[in-house]
């Protein structure tokens, strides 16, 4: 646990844009499934999206049509783009590659 950095994480208003990066500091196992959680204090931790070694991609009911995955070309890298953000998208987001996984980073939705 740990390996993974995220950056992009903040304070946002409702209806606003962030867009999360994942780094790893080496190159991923192609057959690697890759995604991000999110946790809320004294809740459990929530799948958000995953992105598997084909491209095939999943999203929670709540965020589909607002939040995009993606990963770099070099497969040290992985993205995610929230739009539209609302209050309850706010928690400590997590990313992971493989058994590898990130400290995570605050996302705040609020006016």
């Known amino acids: 646990q740990g390996q993974l950095v995220e950056s992009g994480g903040g304070l946002v208003q409702p209806g606003g844009s962030l867009r999360l990066t994942c780094r790893a500091p080496?190159?991923?196992?192609?057959?690697?499934?890759m995604g991000w959680y999110r946790q809320v204090l004294g809740k459990q931790r929530e799948l958000v999206s995953s992105?598997?070694?084909?491209?095939?991609?999943n999203y929670t009911d709540s965020v589909k049509g607002r939040f995009t995955i993606s990963r770099g070309n070099d497969k040290n890298m992985m993205f995610l783009q929230m739009n539209s953000l609302k209050s309850e998208d706010t928690a400590v987001y997590y990313c992971y590659m493989g058994p590898y996984w990130g400290q995570g980073t605050q996302v705040t939705v609020s006016s």
């Open positions: 992105i598997g070694p084909s491209g095939d991609t």
């Open positions: 080496f190159r991923m196992r192609s057959e690697y499934n």
